[in-house]
């Protein structure tokens, strides 16, 4: 029987022993822990409105709220999938940005004076480079949606819980077949290693 040299086996063991302890840690962990937060958002619509945060909790996602929007006002597009663009004002207020509704027109221009706007908090955008977000990472700034569409634009897509990610399941799945592969290659590598 071929004898396994030390030193390699005992880095590939490891490597795979950090590999499975990953999949466990996504499978056992994060996505327990994701699925009770995205019940927990499931539910938030149907809460009673908050005051608007300033500042990220992404556990007051989807909740509803209500906040005034002083002038000035800058307005921006932003890509928005298959509903076109949607209108984002900047208000005059720290901290606080607000989707008026969505328009086809890429030249679109929109105009709106500010003003008391109900809806519901979801995101802004974050238009960093992936690069500058993995460098430097920060949650997501929160930007009230508006429910009723402002400025003559069509209305805004309503909470959806689907555009959360969950990906731990596949996260978890993934490094056991990055431990499978290592392992395979590793034997295969071992068995064709001449002898002596």
Not at 65 to 87: D, E, H, K, S
Not at 88 to 94: E, F, K, R, S
Not at 133 to 140: D, E, I
């Amino acid at each position: 029987m071929r004898r396994l040299p030390f030193l390699p086996t005992l880095l590939v063991g490891l490597a795979v022993a950090a590999m499975i302890a990953l999949g466990l840690w996504q499978l056992l962990d994060r996505r327990p822990r994701k699925l009770a937060f995205l019940e927990q958002l499931a539910g938030n619509p149907s809460l009673p409105p908050v005051a608007f945060p300033r500042i990220p909790d992404e556990r007051l996602l989807f909740r509803r709220t209500i906040a005034t929007c002083r002038p000035p006002v800058a307005i921006r597009l932003a890509g928005a999938g298959a509903a076109g663009f949607r209108a984002i004002a900047t208000c005059n207020d720290p901290g606080l940005t607000v989707q008026l509704g969505t328009t086809r027109d890429p030249k679109a221009r929109v105009t709106w004076g500010g003003g008391t706007v109900a809806g519901y908090i979801g995101h802004a955008p974050d238009g960093r480079s992936l690069i500058g977000a993995a460098l430097h990472p920060q949650p997501p700034r929160p930007m009230l949606i508006a429910t009723t569409p402002l400025a003559g634009l069509s209305a805004n897509a309503p909470p959806n819980i689907d555009s959360v990610p969950n990906n731990h399941l596949a996260y978890g799945v993934q490094w056991f077949f990055f431990a499978g592969v290592a392992t395979v290659i590793y034997l295969l590598a071992v068995g064709r290693r001449p002898n002596g």
